[in-house]
């Protein structure tokens, strides 16, 4: 039980991290991508229009962007996953385990609440992206000079070898990280270690993951709605919490 409980507390500390990267790195980034002068301040005069082939110089310097973004996605694919199979070992049923050690009817809701941070994470990520039309105009964009580079390689110094990767790599990124996958990806993997019962078949983690999910929502209605309107940081931490309930409910239902 200890070494279990190290490291679900290691865990819940590295997603603590990667929600600070997701703000510092990604969300103002992809939130801002192709906005102009004109469209952040309208009152003021920026009438001139975005230069040919501007568009596509910023998607290909976004592309390094989506990279890193990828490979954040999959690590806390990879933290959701770790913790989920750490719970499920803890509140595993008595007919399961095969012995009689069991911390059934003991509550870890911070567990639980740092895997709603990681939904909200996921689902914010999608929502960013799918809210900034420029991203996905922009790529439009670079796809069609990708087809007329592919016409004649040789003369951008390239060959059709280094186009065929490149367009998979595009491709790779659409389907991960554009299509408004990112949270779906995340619910959707396998959680059960292989030769092991399915999480789903486990009667006590789920019975625990309702009951979490259940008492989390009771909290936030009445920290909402039994209290006058905050303003600032606590509103800004409630949103973030109605979002993790939200997808925790999804998880759950999945």
Not at 49 to 70: A, C, F, T, Y
Not at 236 to 252: S, T
């Given at each position: 039980f200890d070494k279990v409980m190290m490291v679900c507390s290691y865990l819940c500390w590295e997603i603590q991290q990667l929600q600070a990267q997701a703000a510092e790195k990604f969300y103002a980034p992809l939130s801002l991508f192709g906005v102009t002068m004109a469209e952040?301040?309208?009152?003021?005069?920026?009438?001139?229009?975005?230069?040919?082939?501007?568009?596509?110089?910023?998607?290909?310097?976004?592309?390094?962007?989506?990279?890193?973004?990828?490979?954040?996605v999959e690590r806390c694919r990879g933290v959701g996953q770790n913790l989920m199979q750490q719970l499920a070992n803890l509140y595993k049923d008595d007919r399961v385990r095969g012995q009689t050690t069991s911390i059934t009817g003991v509550h870890i809701a911070t567990i639980f609440e740092h895997i709603g941070e990681l939904c909200t994470i996921f689902i914010s990520l999608d929502e960013i992206i799918d809210g900034n039309e420029n991203i996905r105009d922009g790529l439009n964009a670079y796809k069609d000079m990708m087809k007329t580079i592919?016409?004649?390689p040789g003369r951008f110094g390239t060959d059709a070898t280094a186009l065929d990767h490149f367009d998979e790599f595009i491709n790779?990124?659409?389907d991960e990280l554009l299509d408004g996958r990112i949270f779906a990806m995340f619910t959707d993997q396998e959680f059960t270690r292989?030769?092991?019962?399915?999480?789903?078949?486990?009667?006590?983690?789920?019975?625990?993951?309702?009951?979490?999910v259940a008492q989390m929502s009771q909290n936030l209605s009445q920290n909402l709605f039994g209290e006058r309107l905050r303003i600032g940081r606590k509103v800004?931490?409630?949103?973030?919490?109605?979002?993790?309930?939200?997808?925790?409910?999804?998880?759950?239902?999945?």
């Open positions: 952040v301040s309208p009152n003021d005069q920026h009438d001139e229009e975005v230069p040919e082939g501007e568009l596509e110089l910023q998607v290909g310097r976004l592309m390094e962007k989506l990279k890193e973004l990828r490979y954040f592919a016409q004649d790779t990124m659409e292989p030769g092991e019962i399915a999480i789903t078949s486990n009667q006590s983690f789920m019975k625990e993951f309702f009951s979490n800004l931490k409630q949103g973030r919490e109605v979002v993790g309930v939200y997808g925790l409910f999804i998880m759950y239902c999945r």
